[in-house]
């Protein structure tokens, strides 16, 4: 079983930068992949970024590209959102997962099995 725990939301000023962790522990990762959902109050959890974990292939909403990337520490089990630009729109419950999704589900929130309790971004003046 894979316990994972995300970390590094907070409070920032527009335009600002944030880089946030998901830490893995248990179970094995190489045929896995991590994503990234969010999600704002009142509005439904969605799809951000997702990686391969061993082969590094990576996949973004349409809506972030350019502000947010996706990376992973394999040796340290840590997968990583670097998120820059912030907006106020950007403000939700940011949740790591894991599974094995098919690259025509990557962004779906049925094809991952374990998620992080999710940390807080804030984006305001």
């Known amino acids: 079983q894979v316990q994972l725990v995300d970390a590094g939301g907070g409070l920032v000023q527009p335009g600002g930068s944030l880089r946030l962790s998901c830490t893995a522990s248990?179970?094995?990762?190489?045929?896995?992949?991590v994503a990234w959902f969010r999600q704002a109050p009142g509005k439904e959890r969605e799809f951000v970024a997702a990686?391969?974990?061993?082969?590094?292939?990576?996949y973004s909403a349409d809506s972030v590209k350019g502000r947010f990337s996706i990376s992973r520490d394999k040796a340290a089990r840590v997968a990583y959102l670097q998120i820059d630009n912030l907006k106020p729109e950007d403000t939700a419950v940011y949740s790591c997962?894991?599974?094995?999704?098919?690259?025509?589900?990557?962004?779906?929130?049925?094809?991952?099995?374990?998620w992080g309790p999710g940390t807080q971004v804030t984006v305001s003046s």
């Open positions: 997962a894991t599974g094995r999704p098919i690259m025509s589900s990557v962004a779906s929130t049925s094809a991952y099995y374990y």
């Open positions: 248990g179970g094995t990762f190489s045929t896995y992949s």
């Open positions: 990686i391969r974990w061993s082969g590094g292939n990576t």
